[in-house]
């Protein structure tokens, strides 16, 4: 079975940094593209980023453009989201997420409410002072 799983959330204070990560199994972790995606009571879920499985060229939304920085390791079969100067307004649960169409394509792209195939369990991201 497909499974991702996102870790690494927690509290922090404005101007704070944390590392999330996705942890993969059940597919060919290589082949597949990831996205991440945030959610935020009473508001849709957001997307945030995605790497593709081949190809150098990731995307951000203009929300976390130059703040947050997406990788993976695909020895690990892990995807991670390193982000800084985080916002009050960047407390949300955060999910990864992956798609057949993410399949062996050189760019992904992510948009609110997308439709994904995958979807692990989040993790909760707190910034506060």
């Known amino acids: 079975d497909v499974q991702l799983q996102a870790s690494g959330g927690g509290s922090v204070q404005p101007g704070g940094s944390l590392t999330l990560s996705c942890a993969a199994s059940?597919?060919?972790?290589?082949?597949?593209?990831i996205g991440w995606f945030r959610q935020a009571p009473g508001k849709g879920r957001e997307g945030l980023s995605c790497i593709p499985s081949i190809g150098e060229t990731a995307y951000y939304a203009d929300s976390v453009k130059g703040r947050f920085t997406i990788s993976r390791d695909n020895a690990k079969n892990t995807v991670y989201l390193h982000m800084n100067s985080l916002e009050p307004e960047d407390t949300a649960v955060y999910y990864c997420a992956t798609d057949p169409l993410f399949r062996r394509i050189p760019y992904c792209t992510v948009v609110n409410d997308d439709h994904m195939e995958y979807w692990g369990k989040g993790t909760q991201v707190t910034v506060s002072s």
């Open positions: 059940g597919f060919s972790f290589d082949d597949y593209g």
